[in-house]
């Protein structure tokens, strides 16, 4: 199995900026990437970032130019460094990892982000 535990996350104006850091432990092996999303009131949840094993990114269109993802190996923790936050950045952010010798997704206990204008 693997566990997720995330922190970070809490409240700041349009314009700030907060890191959410996601620390791995269990089965990591079995994982080839470590993804974040977020879901908003009423909204489904969506794919933010994406960061695999050999360092690859994918961003969402909404966040690119604003939002990094990154990794540290040695602390097998994922980070999303979020800049020039938006209202409409607001929402729970989850890690997430999917393993292939489980085949499941399991998820962080997710992060309020709040941006207020």
């Known amino acids: 199995q693997v566990q997720l535990v995330e922190s970070g996350g809490g409240l700041v104006q349009a314009g700030g900026s907060l890191r959410l850091s996601c620390a791995a432990s269990g089965s990591i092996f079995s994982i080839s990437a470590m993804d974040w999303y977020r879901q908003a009131p009423g909204k489904q949840r969506e794919l933010v970032a994406r960061i695999t094993n050999s360092g690859n990114t994918n961003y969402a269109d909404s966040v690119k130019g604003r939002f990094t993802i990154s990794r540290d190996s040695a602390k097998n923790t994922v980070y999303l460094q979020m800049d020039s936050l938006k209202p409409e950045d607001t929402a729970v952010y989850y890690c997430?990892?999917?393993?292939?010798?489980?085949?499941?997704?399991?998820w962080g206990q997710g992060s309020q982000v709040t941006v207020s204008s």
């Open positions: 997430n990892v999917y393993s292939w010798r489980d085949g499941r997704d399991y």
